[in-house]
């Protein structure tokens, strides 16, 4: 299990992200964020979410809510280089409205 920790303790490495509010449904209690990550940490997103007392939905190891649900946590783009040629590739998605996912429903503003 990963953790946050001082950036004195011996061995931590830099964890970094940026995140921002994308809508928060008062009824559910539930916030849609969007993160940059700029660390590619272990279980970073979840790790720091929760360490500041505002779980994923779903998380079964860092978090309180959704026990029993699938984790609420989608890679909505994902940018990489192609390997050959060397050109930037975009990939977005965004998850259907089933299972955990159902809480996205009158509350997105995507």
Known sequence: MSKVVSKDKKNAKLAKLDYEL???????????????LHTGRHHQIRVQLSHFGHSIFGDQKYGLRG??????LWAYELTIEHPITKEEITFKDLPQSLGTWCILKNISNL
């Open 22 to 36: 994308i809508t928060y449904n008062e009824v559910k209690k539930l916030s849609l964020i969007k993160v940059n």
């Open 67 to 72: 026990k029993g649900k699938q984790i609420a």
